[in-house]
């Protein structure tokens, strides 16, 4: 015979069952009903631009004014979508946010110029730290790094450079890391990739440093560090780290 408390225990699990499928039943029906009233009621109306480019709202507005009407959940958030890089290659970034009831708000952070490459034409192509190439221009950006002896190919502006296509890159790169490690970055003006066996870059416009080939270039700067330690600053030289073990340091005023 079955006891008062097996019996007792059978409709517990009976009624947690009961509840359990309660709850599921009203999931399945909440969901989509929820969603019908999001898109029903939740259109974006307006969309508010805090413009930190140098585009105008009214072009950056009407790149995105497709969304206007549409229900909040359907706005692109990914930035090259709701500004073309081709169209708007110095926008680096796009927050987007919602404002309730009706109001989206894009906050548009915008790229800065890094780096100007020197074509053989005498034209220069403004890249930003992302290596996305922003403009094509006929004078060097002021502040920049200057490139020369990189060919580009196919340059198209908010296009991506890499090491696939572009060797330089990612010698670019590696010099770049290696002197921030020593605080060295922000005296670089000048990189030259003629000659693949004889690369240089320039310190403060004054300070040639020449590299050799692409190989050890960690070990090729921690020796230009301490050559620089040894002797004095300010003026004109050439340094040669060619050989990291034996570099050598030539005054030129």
Not at 61 to 71: D, H, Q, R
Not at 132 to 151: A, F, Q, R, W
Request: hydrophobic share 40%; charged share 25%; net charge neutral.
């Amino acid at each position: 015979m079955v006891s008062d408390i097996e019996r007792m225990n059978r409709k517990l699990r009976k009624k947690r069952i009961r509840k359990i499928i309660g709850f599921v039943f009203a999931v399945i029906v909440a969901v989509p009903v929820t969603i019908i009233l999001l898109r029903t009621f939740l259109k974006t109306n307006y969309i508010l631009i805090e413009n930190g480019t140098s585009y105008s709202s009214g072009n950056l507005l009407s790149s995105c004014s497709e969304y206007i009407g549409k229900t909040m959940l359907d706005f692109e958030s990914d930035t090259d979508k709701l500004f073309p890089s081709e169209k708007f290659p110095y926008i680096d970034s796009a927050e987007v946010s919602i404002a309730l009831p009706d109001k989206i708000v894009i906050r548009l952070k915008e790229s800065e110029p890094a780096i100007s490459v020197q074509t053989s034409e005498g034209k220069y192509i403004y890249l930003d730290s992302n290596k996305k190439v922003l403009e094509i221009s006929d004078i060097k950006c002021p502040g920049t790094v200057l490139i020369t002896g990189m060919e580009l190919q196919g340059v198209s502006l908010g296009a991506v450079l890499n090491s696939n296509t572009n060797y330089e890159t990612s010698l670019i790169d590696s010099i770049s890391e290696s002197l921030s490690e020593h605080s060295l970055y922000d005296r670089l003006t000048l990189m030259d990739f003629t000659k693949k066996y004889d690369i240089y870059f320039v310190l403060d416009n004054m300070i040639e440093v020449r590299i050799g080939n692409s190989e050890d270039i960690d070990k090729k700067i921690d020796m230009l560090v301490q050559i620089l330690a040894r002797n004095p600053s300010g003026e004109r030289a050439v340094i040669n780290v060619k050989n990291y073990k034996e570099g050598r340091y030539k005054a030129l005023d």
